[in-house]
């Protein structure tokens, strides 16, 4: 089955940190997921946890990954990036697909 996100190379090595330093049992992985829609829009969620039985479960870079079957298409094309800044860190999702909108 094709793997519906990326995730960056910033990213990666953020999550493997998470999971060295964070005590993250050896029997969960990445959930990657979506909350909401409607009006307020649909939010990306990102976490910890065991297999259920409607994921799909995909490896990147050696990186377990969930993702329920119900979310798949929402996050096709996506791709986890980590961002560092001065005044805010965090893990952000990016369709690469859309272009950036530059403001005039």
Same mark, same amino acid.
């Not at 649909?42 to 119900?70: A, N, T």
């Given at each position: 089955?094709?793997?519906p ?10 999550i ?15 959930? *990657?997921?979506v909350?909401? @829609? ?10 910890? &946890?065991? %297999? !259920?039985?409607? /994921? ?7 990186i ?6 119900k ?8 791709? *986890?990036?980590?961002?560092? @800044? ?6 952000t999702?990016?369709?690469p &697909?859309? %272009? !950036?909108?530059? /403001?005039?």
């Amino acid at each position: 089955m094709l793997i519906p996100i990326q995730i960056t190379e910033k990213a990666q090595e953020e999550i493997k940190n998470i999971i060295q330093h964070k005590n993250i049992p050896t029997d969960y992985f990445l959930r *990657v997921g979506v909350k909401g @829609g409607g009006c307020g829009g649909m939010s990306y969620l990102l976490g910890f &946890d065991k %297999p !259920k039985e409607d /994921d799909q479960q995909f490896e990147i870079e050696g990186i377990q990954v969930l993702i329920e079957k119900k979310h798949y298409m929402f996050l096709m094309g996506m791709q *986890v990036d980590f961002y560092e @800044g001065n005044e805010a860190r965090g893990f952000t999702f990016i369709n690469p &697909d859309i %272009p !950036k909108r530059h /403001d005039q």
